[in-house]
């Protein structure tokens, strides 16, 4: 398996709800990235997670709540969202080796924010 | 992490070579110059990364000037499924797990 799989493609969700976007790789990569993509803007990254502890965090809103159950799970919690929120939420992993850390994005999650 | 300078946009012939410029003249001596694109509604996608020598993989070539403070992209003959934002980003990894940095790119639209 050589993909970052992302759920759901696409969200629709009010202000008021509560949700979650998962992430999955199991390529054993160790280090696993939230990004998070305006129309038109290129990618800002939100969260960094090394061997499953949070190592980044860009000063993210508390809204956006991140979780790394294991090594090939991401999630990011969302709660209490604005219409500003509405983006493409991108996952990343990236392997350890000698030369970089290439990293391998996944589909992304097209959120929308009522 | 060095910035980078990258025109807003180019066009290419179908078949023909693109050559994708960015300048980085403050890089440092162990940061690497990495390329990605990103086809339209999808997630970025590694193309080739290198330090101060030529790197050729399957995808493309990087030609990194001597004194590293420029380098260009080929795409050695241009598609139409080429067309997207290509990002010139530099950065050190010295440390797992660091932040990639993206600017604003360059737009190539490939035309038949």
């Known amino acids: 398996d050589t993909e970052v799989t992302q759920t759901p493609k696409h969200l629709v969700m009010g202000m008021t709800n509560k949700k979650s976007l998962k992430c999955e790789q199991h390529?054993?990569?160790?280090?696993m990235y939230w990004y998070k993509q305006k129309a038109k803007k290129p990618p800002e990254l939100m969260f960094v997670?090394?061997?499953?502890?949070?190592?980044i965090n860009e000063s993210v809103p508390s809204r956006f709540s991140p979780e790394c159950p294991n090594s090939s799970l991401l999630n990011l919690h969302l709660h209490a969202l604005q219409p500003e929120d509405s983006a493409l939420y991108l996952c990343?992993?990236?392997?350890?080796?000698?030369?970089?850390?290439?990293?391998?994005f996944g589909p992304g999650t097209r959120l929308t924010v009522l | 992490d060095a910035k980078t300078t990258q025109p807003t946009s180019m066009d290419c012939a179908e078949g023909r070579a693109a050559n994708l410029p960015c300048n980085h003249s403050?890089?440092?001596?162990?940061?690497?110059v990495y390329w990605y694109r990103q086809i339209h509604s999808q997630g970025p996608q590694y193309i080739i990364h290198?330090?101060?020598n030529n790197e050729t993989n399957e995808m493309a070539s990087l030609i990194i000037t001597e004194d590293r403070k420029s380098s260009t992209l080929i795409l050695p003959h241009a598609t139409l499924r080429d067309t997207a934002v290509y990002y010139c980003?530099?950065?050190?990894?010295?440390?797992?797990?660091?932040?990639?940095?993206f600017g604003a790119g360059t737009i190539l639209r490939v035309k038949s």
């Open positions: 403050t890089i440092s001596g162990n940061e690497y």
């Open positions: 390529m054993g990569h160790r280090a």
């Open positions: 997670y090394s061997y499953e502890k949070l190592s």
């Open positions: 990343a992993s990236s392997p350890k080796t000698d030369r970089g850390n290439e990293q391998f």
């Open positions: 290198g330090l101060k």
């Open positions: 980003i530099v950065r050190s990894h010295m440390e797992y797990g660091n932040k990639l940095v």
